[in-house]
């Protein structure tokens, strides 16, 4: 079943004409997802092509969703206009919206979240890498891919992946895949000190989700939603689940690159969130290259 | 982005919050007019503080030997011999780390007859992506202990961001601080300024510790703001231009910027060990796993996603100013990037660079296969790792013996 998105989820990418947007809407299309419509403003009535695709153009979600059914959207559009973005997906009444843009100041953020409480729309992200549900043919080539991830290191199977870091996403896919482990679902919910989709949201999902087996959560340096989740999982938790936390390392009071990566006030230490993991019986990863593994020998 | 405490007060005061009077100062000339006008308004005690983007000012010491970076006076006089004395100095204290911070700005205000210290902050809350007001009785010390051994002594109030601070949440506040009659009417407007500063200004954080009762010239008790200390939203400063135009160079690592010029997340740290990484998690793992296997790293280096051979080179020659680097470990997961296109980055960096310090690589994604054999027949003596693991243990093994 996967979560979230299947491989016959119809995706709209927002700001598919910017270069970021049409560059990753492309590899989607290359990937097989079904990629129904963009929406950039202005430029409604015309084509986005490649590779023999055909990709209607509209000047707003509202106009893509009713004349393609699309239910989740990519949304690539800059900092200053993201937030507004997000929103008109809301209004279209999306399923999801994957936010992938990066810089999006948090007072945006903050309001676009209060306005959409209560919609049905799903956020994930923003600054995230997006979603990947790995299709079955080569390379996981059939899946729905939301955002920026790499899709050829996929392999469909069993595991559930969440994580606030793209890369390091992408690290332990590639583990899994290696060891010919295939996932059920892999999601960034992104960096940012606000975001639509916490890690507990997804552990949630992936322990619904009768085709997850076991699940990865990936973490950082800042805020508490590491240890939110491994307080619901120590009581609640039904499947193995392995962990990494990032930044031990890290001074205080510097962002680590990703807006949300800051210990401050001796809060969100990679400690503190390692030591929950622990408590809830999360295997913790000794080292960023044994994600994987971890998780394999609890199995 | 952090600024000075003169400019947050600048900005405080724009939104109403009330300062001690004062002025800024860059000589000790400028030190005694401000003083001798303060003095002449009725002021009968001065302070004259150093302005640096760290904290534990009052407790640092000079590396002249003089003590404190925050100093009470009475005369001109005194503050122009205070001022001599800190300006063009540099200010250790238990936040700058060893190196210090050059002082090349004061702020000479007046120093109330302080009655009572308090505490109030606004921030957001990660747990409900709500601002959220903190404030304590216990002002002027250190709030993470008030909160670890008396948590009761602080008040935490959620402002609903579509609403905007409301009037009944700053007389919930004030009654909560213990304050009474005019003073809680002057605490309740002071919190709807504090909040606007906070939300007008895209801010991510301002602290106001202490905020003081005072007695006022007249007489009366008065609150206000003796401290403030505010931080910015990074991702917000395109749209406050007066805001962009209070950032201090000076107060940033000079390698710092040079990275920021190139698109390059770069932090110094004091290993030996520099990184090279494309991504922020990733970046963050590869200084864990260099401390993991024995060393430390040198730094937090993000190239992002891209990784061109202009950055890559940018990089290379970022990380080889830093004297206490030893050696160097590029940790690229090229997920659409092409392997091989970063890999004949590196190998011209390296030979533009002229390094001759040890090179650790280790490359995964995308065309690998590719990536690697350049790498190979680059001629260069550079020593590559499998997986991460084992691109850490060989780059630890060239400076730990």
């Given at each position: 079943?996967?979560?979230?998105?299947?491989?016959?989820?119809?995706?709209?990418?927002?700001?598919?004409?910017?270069?970021?947007?049409?560059?990753?809407?492309?590899?989607?299309?290359?990937?097989?997802?079904?990629?129904?419509?963009?929406?950039?403003?202005?430029?409604?009535?015309?084509?986005?092509?490649?590779?023999?695709?055909?990709?209607?153009?509209?000047?707003?979600?509202?106009d893509a969703v009713k004349q393609t059914g699309a239910t989740a959207s990519a949304v690539f559009v800059p900092p200053p206009f993201a937030a507004d973005a997000i929103l008109e997906g809301v209004d279209a009444g999306l399923d999801l919206v994957v936010a992938i843009t990066e810089g999006i100041p948090v007072r945006d953020m903050v309001r676009a979240k209060q306005?959409?409480?209560?919609?049905?729309?799903?956020?994930?992200?923003?600054?995230?890498?997006?979603?990947?549900?790995?299709?079955?043919?080569?390379?996981?080539?059939?899946?729905?891919?939301?955002?920026?991830?790499?899709?050829?290191?996929?392999?469909?199977?069993?595991?559930?992946?969440?994580?606030?870091?793209?890369?390091?996403?992408?690290?332990?896919?590639?583990?899994?895949?290696?060891?010919?482990?295939?996932?059920?679902?892999?999601?960034?919910?992104?960096?940012?000190?606000?975001?639509?989709?916490?890690?507990?949201?997804?552990?949630?999902?992936f322990m619904a989700d009768p085709e997850t087996k076991g699940i990865i959560m990936i973490g950082e340096i800042g805020g508490s939603a590491e240890e939110e989740a491994a307080e619901w999982i120590a009581k609640h938790g039904k499947k193995p689940v392995a962990g990494f936390i990032a930044g031990a390392t890290a001074p205080p009071g510097r962002r680590m690159g990703?807006?949300?990566?800051?210990?401050?006030?001796?809060?969100?230490?990679?400690?503190?969130?390692?030591?929950?993991?622990?408590?809830?019986?999360?295997?913790?990863?000794?080292?960023?290259?044994?994600?994987?593994?971890?998780?394999?020998?609890?199995? | 982005?952090?600024?000075?405490?003169?400019?947050?007060?600048?900005?405080?005061?724009?939104?109403?919050?009330?300062?001690?009077?004062?002025?800024?100062?860059?000589?000790?000339?400028?030190?005694?007019?401000?003083?001798?006008?303060?003095?002449?308004?009725?002021?009968?005690?001065?302070?004259?503080?150093?302005?640096?983007?760290?904290?534990?000012?009052?407790?640092?010491?000079?590396?002249?030997?003089?003590?404190?970076?925050?100093?009470?006076?009475?005369?001109?006089?005194?503050?122009?011999?205070?001022?001599?004395?800190?300006?063009?100095?540099?200010?250790?204290?238990?936040?700058?780390?060893?190196?210090?911070?050059?002082?090349?700005?004061?702020?000479?205000?007046?120093?109330?007859?302080?009655?009572?210290?308090?505490?109030?902050?606004?921030?957001?809350?990660?747990?409900?992506?709500?601002?959220?007001?903190?404030?304590?009785?216990?002002?002027?010390?250190?709030?993470?202990?008030?909160?670890?051994?008396?948590?009761?002594?602080?008040?935490?109030?959620?402002?609903?961001?579509?609403?905007?601070?409301?009037?009944?949440?700053?007389?919930?506040?004030?009654?909560?601080?213990?304050?009474?009659?005019?003073?809680?009417?002057?605490?309740?407007?002071?919190?709807?300024?504090?909040?606007?500063?906070?939300?007008?200004?895209?801010?991510?954080?301002?602290?106001?510790?202490?905020?003081?009762?005072?007695?006022?010239?007249?007489?009366?008790?008065?609150?206000?703001?003796?401290?403030?200390?505010?931080?910015?939203?990074?991702?917000?400063?395109?749209?406050?231009?007066?805001?962009?135009?209070?950032?201090?160079?000076?107060?940033?690592?000079?390698?710092?910027?040079?990275?920021?010029?190139?698109?390059?997340?770069?932090?110094?740290?004091?290993?030996?060990?520099?990184?090279?990484?494309?991504?922020?998690?990733?970046?963050?793992?590869?200084?864990?796993?260099?401390?993991?296997?024995?060393?430390?790293?040198?730094?937090?280096?993000?190239?992002g996603g891209g990784a061109s051979k202009d950055q890559v080179t940018a990089a290379f020659k970022i990380i080889l100013s830093d004297p206490s680097v030893k050696a160097i470990f590029v940790n690229i997961f090229g997920g659409i990037m092409d392997c091989n296109v970063i890999a004949t980055g590196i190998v011209a960096a390296v030979k533009e660079t002229g390094l001759?310090?040890?090179?650790?690589?280790?490359?995964?994604?995308?065309?690998?296969?590719?990536?690697?054999?350049?790498?190979?027949?680059?001629?260069?003596?550079?020593?590559?790792?499998?997986?991460?693991?084992?691109?850490?243990?060989?780059?630890?093994?060239?400076?730990?013996?």
């Amino acid at each position: 079943m996967a979560i979230l998105v299947t491989p016959k989820t119809k995706l709209l990418v927002q700001g598919i004409t910017g270069e970021f947007g049409a560059r990753h809407a492309k590899l989607s299309l290359d990937y097989g997802t079904q990629l129904v419509a963009g929406v950039t403003p202005g430029k409604g009535g015309q084509f986005f092509e490649h590779g023999g695709a055909k990709v209607p153009i509209f000047d707003t979600v509202a106009d893509a969703v009713k004349q393609t059914g699309a239910t989740a959207s990519a949304v690539f559009v800059p900092p200053p206009f993201a937030a507004d973005a997000i929103l008109e997906g809301v209004d279209a009444g999306l399923d999801l919206v994957v936010a992938i843009t990066e810089g999006i100041p948090v007072r945006d953020m903050v309001r676009a979240k209060q306005a959409m409480a209560g919609s049905k729309t799903r956020l994930i992200g923003p600054n995230c890498p997006g979603i990947v549900t790995p299709g079955t043919g080569k390379d996981s080539h059939g899946g729905c891919r939301i955002g920026i991830a790499p899709g050829y290191i996929h392999k469909q199977g069993n595991i559930g992946v969440v994580s606030r870091s793209g890369t390091l996403t992408y690290e332990a896919v590639w583990q899994l895949t290696s060891r010919g482990v295939g996932q059920s679902t892999c999601v960034g919910i992104g960096g940012d000190p606000v975001n639509g989709t916490s890690h507990l949201d997804v552990i949630k999902l992936f322990m619904a989700d009768p085709e997850t087996k076991g699940i990865i959560m990936i973490g950082e340096i800042g805020g508490s939603a590491e240890e939110e989740a491994a307080e619901w999982i120590a009581k609640h938790g039904k499947k193995p689940v392995a962990g990494f936390i990032a930044g031990a390392t890290a001074p205080p009071g510097r962002r680590m690159g990703h807006a949300g990566a800051i210990v401050s006030g001796g809060k969100g230490t990679a400690e503190a969130k390692i030591s929950a993991f622990k408590a809830a019986g999360i295997g913790v990863a000794a080292t960023p290259s044994d994600m994987a593994e971890t998780l394999l020998k609890m199995m | 982005m952090n600024i000075h405490e003169y400019q947050a007060k600048q900005l405080l005061k724009q939104y109403g919050v009330a300062v001690p009077d004062g002025d800024v100062c860059k000589t000790p000339e400028e030190a005694f007019a401000a003083a001798q006008k303060l003095v002449a308004t009725g002021h009968k005690m001065l302070v004259v503080k150093s302005q640096i983007h760290a904290g534990g000012r009052g407790k640092g010491t000079f590396k002249s030997g003089f003590k404190g970076g925050v100093k009470l006076c009475k005369t001109a006089a005194e503050a122009k011999d205070l001022a001599t004395a800190m300006l063009g100095n540099v200010l250790v204290t238990k936040q700058t780390g060893p190196d210090g911070r050059l002082v090349s700005t004061l702020l000479v205000a007046g120093a109330p007859n302080i009655k009572k210290e308090l505490y109030l902050a606004v921030l957001l809350d990660r747990g409900n992506s709500r601002p959220l007001i903190m404030a304590s009785t216990e002002g002027g010390v250190d709030i993470e202990e008030v909160a670890e051994k008396t948590p009761e002594k602080i008040v935490k109030e959620h402002v609903d961001p579509g609403m905007g601070f409301q009037g009944w949440q700053g007389r919930k506040i004030a009654a909560a601080l213990g304050l009474k009659g005019d003073l809680a009417n002057q605490c309740a407007k002071l919190l709807a300024g504090v909040y606007k500063t906070w939300w007008e200004a895209d801010a991510s954080m301002v602290e106001i510790n202490p905020l003081c009762i005072i007695e006022g010239t007249d007489g009366k008790d008065q609150l206000v703001a003796v401290d403030a200390k505010i931080g910015l939203d990074d991702n917000a400063l395109y749209r406050h231009k007066d805001i962009q135009a209070m950032r201090d160079l000076a107060e940033e690592s000079p390698l710092e910027i040079e990275a920021s010029k190139f698109n390059l997340n770069y932090i110094k740290l004091d290993g030996s060990i520099a990184c090279l990484v494309n991504g922020a998690g990733l970046a963050m793992a590869t200084m864990d796993i260099i401390q993991h296997y024995g060393a430390s790293p040198a730094n937090f280096l993000d190239v992002g996603g891209g990784a061109s051979k202009d950055q890559v080179t940018a990089a290379f020659k970022i990380i080889l100013s830093d004297p206490s680097v030893k050696a160097i470990f590029v940790n690229i997961f090229g997920g659409i990037m092409d392997c091989n296109v970063i890999a004949t980055g590196i190998v011209a960096a390296v030979k533009e660079t002229g390094l001759k310090l040890p090179l650790v690589v280790r490359l995964e994604g995308n065309n690998v296969a590719a990536g690697k054999k350049t790498l190979a027949e680059s001629g260069l003596t550079l020593i590559t790792g499998d997986s991460m693991a084992d691109a850490a243990q060989k780059v630890v093994k060239t400076v730990v013996k």
